[in-house]
């Protein structure tokens, strides 16, 4: 894989060929991904600013038309890629913005939702009209009088407070400063279902958006998964973010022990949610306590893949034209790293498919830690991308032709893809300034000297 060349960025959204890339200063910029098309990445398609603040966040509606920002001024906005205006804000959270995307399914790209380091989750309609709110960045104008073109007040249809506090503590004070932020969200089998990550501990919850249930101050959600058991002997760790697979069978979250956690959906869904089967009668209201679940299946990790702050995203490469599947996770030491999702490829897998229990394994081995679980199944099969980025690298993006995305902290943006090309960089030496510019796959000499 190769890059092309650099630009300002910080987040990342992708829409069709084309990438967009927010910056601490709340400006958007186009970039065409195409290696067909003028102008080319390096050159900037077309920019506009959003906020007055940086952008944390970005995510494209399904027809492409609406781009959905969250920023650190505690807002998020939508804009019509038509005229590059904002149409809506969505101003309801009391901190920064972590995520937004638009929900699957959703009738005219008109349901998001949004998660914050405030600890909640907000889920909006764009259809409906929003109370009047003095945000950050605007004035308190009525989106009933307010003037033509200004943009409206979303409405928020529901909410999900205090999403991972433990059952039991009493409401999160508003003075707090280290809240149990709402790292990541995914939409797993329908689009009324929700899960959600923290940085308190490696576990997932599920919700149901059509029936949220309070206990004791704390809303309960259908079901959560164990953290790992290494974690009962250290300190929690947080995940970072969430990326579903491709058949929507695993949910892949990185975490800040520099590890990537597979979990199943089905140990999330199955028993949990008697709405999903059709019994011809009315849904049934969520259950008035939250579900254990198991743990993750196996993790995935790399000798130069490095989880020091929750900026670290992952994403996942549908397969498709001949691609094969490949997640793709950030690194604070600037390398992207590249995991082959297809289980035949790890250590022991055999053994668990067929229901025998796991071989066990050396703590000695490289991809073992002091408190792993022997019986836990720990796979390093990733590719580090070396050379493309010097500092750490957080926001990615798969392009619709399997082409890779990465931002870094050293103000670069790079694509990679796949080709020929790999091979002679790694190979061919440093003369002439011919690899000035330019990343690649690390991989084995061998590799190299097998491939014809």
Known sequence: MWPLTRCTSSYLALANSLVALGDADGWVRLLDTSSTCQPTFKDIFLSF?????????????ADDLRLATASGDQTARVIDMPTQTTIAVLARHRASLKQVCFQPGSSNSSVLVTSSRDGSVHIWDLRCKGAGSAGPAFSPTDPLTRAPGQPAWAASVNCIRDAHQPLGATCMPQSRTVPLSVTG????????????????????KLWDLRYLYSRRHVQVALSR?????????????????????????????????STVYAFATSH???????????????????ARETRGGLGPLYGLRQSRLHINSFSIKCGVRAPRNGHSELLAVGSSDGSAILFPTDEQYLPGWEQIASGEPALPCSPALPTRRRGDDPSFLISQQGTPLVRGHSRELGPLRWTS????????DDYQARCWREGGAARDLRVGGEAGGRRWGCGWAATSARHDEEEV
């Open 401 to 408: 032709l399997g082409e890779l995305v990465t931002a870094g």
């Open 225 to 257: 998964t164990a953290p790992p058991r290494s974690h009962s002997h250290q300190r929690p760790f947080g995940l970072t973010s969430l990326a579903l697979s491709g058949d929507g069978s695993r949910l892949f979250a990185p975490c800040i022990d």
């Open 268 to 286: 999330l869904i199955l028993g949990h949610c008697p709405h999903l089967f059709d019994t011809g009668r009315d849904p049934q209201p969520a």
């Open 49 to 61: 600013e959003v906020h007055a603040n940086a952008i944390l966040d970005m995510a494209f509606s």
């Open 185 to 204: 969200v995914a939409f797993p089998a329908r689009e009324d279902l929700l899960v959600t990550c923290c940085d308190s501990d490696a576990s997932l």
